[in-house]
């Protein structure tokens, strides 16, 4: 079954870490450029790191130094992607997904996971 699960997600002070990882199910995941994406309340869903199934990064400017995005090879057709946060600011509160770049090659949204910074 085709499927993206994402978890980690939390409460935390500004300046805090959280790590967040992503099972994505199935093995056509292998061959594509995986994404952590993120939508604030009321803004359009952005994408904010990115790694390509050789492993190159990429980040959006708001995340730069702060995200680091890597990816585990398959266990059982289940890749987990992860985003370890630092330095967190309240501006980083969202919903955070992962997905394919661009999204939807393989599946559609999971559920995603509520990162909250908060004092």
């Known amino acids: 079954q085709v499927q993206l699960v994402e978890s980690g997600g939390g409460l935390v002070q500004p300046g805090g870490s959280l790590r967040l990882s992503c099972a994505a199910s199935?093995?056509?995941?292998?061959?594509?450029?995986m994404g952590w994406y993120r939508q604030a309340p009321e803004k359009k869903r952005e994408l904010v790191a990115s790694?390509?199934?050789?492993?190159?990064?990429?980040?959006?400017d708001s995340v730069k130094g702060r995200f680091t995005i890597s990816r585990d090879n398959a266990k059982n057709t289940v890749y987990t992607v992860y985003l370890q946060m630092n330095s967190l600011k309240f501006d980083d509160t969202a919903v955070y997904y992962c997905?394919?770049?661009?999204?939807?090659?393989?599946?559609?949204w999971g559920r995603g996971t509520q990162v909250t910074v908060s004092s």
């Open positions: 199935g093995s056509r995941f292998r061959v594509y450029t």
């Open positions: 790694v390509t199934s050789s492993g190159s990064t990429n980040y959006g």
């Open positions: 997905n394919t770049v661009p999204h939807g090659l393989v599946s559609s």
